[in-house]
């Protein structure tokens, strides 16, 4: 099956840092999604992308197909972003087979 | 008004027993998913439904038996409970499998 990588596996910010999460994927894939997973344990969807570019407010996400990975894009972090983040794909031939990559771990400190 | 519900959150059961999570979501969406999160927290799907078909099945012990009465709602009923099922289940939905897909707050199953 599909592989998802994501990098780094932990990160720890101060407030007001930028950030970048990566997700790398063995095949092509017609559906990516990006979810944050708060300290209370809830699963949000952030983006679904599978192509291109989409921004929503401070968090931007972009994903080049072709070269088969996605990039998740924090500015100006906020202790509220602490979390996990997971990158999920699904493949050409399975789009609703989400599989989910290891997630990045990431810590704002005030 | 919450769009995917799942009750209950917490679950805390003897090995042996039987036990079911309900899941229902007001999204008018056709596709409803369980997954499991492990204590790494690493989340793989088990099943899923599309307009009360079983569509996905993955490898997952037949203790574990869904059911969907209807597209909204999605239960899991388990089996003579392990020790190894403790984990955080959780519910999703999305529309037609190929848009934002939407999680429940899941239930924590602790096996004792």
């Known amino acids: 099956g599909i592989q998802v990588e994501q990098s780094p596996p932990d990160l720890i910010l101060q407030e007001g840092a930028n950030s970048t999460l990566r997700c790398n994927f063995s095949?092509?894939?017609?559906?990516l999604q990006w979810f944050h997973q708060n300290p209370w344990g809830q699963l949000i969807n952030l983006f679904y992308?599978?192509?291109g570019t989409k921004q929503n407010g401070r968090l931007s996400a972009t994903t080049v197909a072709t070269e088969r990975y996605s990039l998740l894009y924090i500015s100006s972090s906020q202790t509220t972003d602490s979390g996990v983040y997971f990158c999920?794909?699904?493949?050409?031939?399975?789009?609703?087979?989400?599989?989910f990559g290891s997630g990045t771990q990431l810590t704002v400190l005030p | 008004d919450t769009a995917v519900s799942q009750t209950p959150k917490y679950l805390v059961t003897q090995m042996g027993n039987d036990k079911s999570i309900k899941c229902e979501q007001n999204?008018?969406?056709?596709?409803m998913y369980w997954y499991k999160q492990d204590s790494k927290k690493f989340l793989k799907i088990m099943f899923s439904?599309?307009?009360?078909?079983?569509?996905i099945n993955e490898t997952v012990p037949n203790r574990f038996s869904p059911k969907s009465p209807d597209k909204a709602h999605l239960n899991l009923h388990i089996n003579s409970l392990e020790l190894g099922d403790s984990a955080v289940y959780f519910c999703?939905?999305?529309?037609?499998?190929?848009?934002?897909?939407?999680f429940g707050s899941g239930t924590q199953l602790s096996v004792l």
């Open positions: 095949d092509s894939v017609n559906n």
């Open positions: 992308i599978p192509s």
């Open positions: 999204l008018g969406h056709d596709t």
């Open positions: 439904y599309n307009n009360k078909e079983l569509i």
């Open positions: 999920a794909v699904g493949s050409s031939g399975s789009a609703r087979q989400l599989t």
């Open positions: 999703a939905s999305s529309q037609d499998g190929r848009t934002n897909l939407f």
